[in-house]
T-cell receptor, first 110, second 114 residues
Framework: QKEVEQNSGPLSVPEGAIASLNCTYS??????FFWYRQYSGKSPELIMS????GDKEDGRFTAQLNKASQYVSLLIRDSQPSDSATYLC??????????FGAGTRLFVKA | ETGVTQTPRHLVMGMTNKKSLKCEQH?????MYWYKQSAKKPLELMFV???????ENNSVPSRFSPECPNSSHLFLHLHTLQPEDSALYLC?????????????FGSGTRLTVV
């Protein structure tokens, strides 16, 4: 069964620090990888997508992909209290199937 | 309206009731999805429609019945639900038809079965 694994956390970082969120996946044929942010009581919001090995930066967010290790990560620089949320890793395995991890809860302390 | 709109936001229903969840997308996307989100569990894919045809049905109990009358609207009809069906039901849409560019989610329907 295809799986996406994340550490459930909570991950607690001080304001201004770098938050590092990690994700592993089981399907080697996966081509598209996503990070969603979900605030408590809200629906998931797409914040990053990455399709090839290496880093992709968007503002304070950097997504990293290593297909050989089947590993995806999200770095949040200069973390703010408003970044406190659950971050969902998602992997598109093809054929209309996107598999989600259970999410990592992030707390940024002011 | 923009994005993906779901109604109702909250729903409490008895086990013998029949109700429907509605989803509408204003993004011109051609694929729509129903996901179930239970506490501390990954999102579970329930149904996928691409160009109004169902292309995925993830072994969902028959008490959940989807309907996609056109590419902008998606319904989830509910009947004789169980308490364990209480969850957040999320509708999503994508533009490529395969989810390869990520999803836009609606705000969800918080369902409580009593």
């Amino acid at each position: 069964q295809k799986e996406v694994e994340q550490n459930s956390g909570p991950l607690s970082v001080p304001e201004g620090a770098i938050a590092s969120l990690n994700c592993t996946y089981s399907d080697r044929g996966s081509q598209s990888f996503f990070w969603y942010r979900q605030y408590s009581g809200k629906s998931p919001e797409l914040i990053m997508s990455i399709y090839s090995n290496g880093d992709k930066e968007d503002g304070r967010f950097t997504a990293q992909l290593n297909k050989a290790s089947q590993y995806v990560s999200l770095l949040i620089r200069d973390s703010q209290p408003s970044d406190s949320a659950t971050y969902l890793c998602a992997v598109d395995t093809g054929g209309f199937k996107t598999i989600f991890g259970a999410g990592t809860r992030l707390f940024v302390k002011a | 309206e923009t994005g993906v709109t779901q109604t109702p936001r909250h729903l409490v229903m008895g086990m013998t009731n029949k109700k429907s969840l509605k989803c509408e997308q204003h993004l011109g996307h051609n694929a729509m999805y129903w996901y179930k989100q239970s506490a501390k569990k990954p999102l579970e894919l329930m149904f996928v429609y691409s160009l109004e045809e169902r292309v995925e049905n993830n072994s969902v109990p028959s008490r959940f019945s989807p309907e996609c009358p056109n590419s902008s609207h998606l319904f989830l009809h509910l009947h004789t639900l169980q308490p364990e069906d209480s969850a957040l039901y999320l509708c999503a849409s994508s533009g490529t038809g395969t989810g390869g560019n990520g999803y836009t989610f609606g705000s969800g329907t918080r369902l409580t079965v009593v």
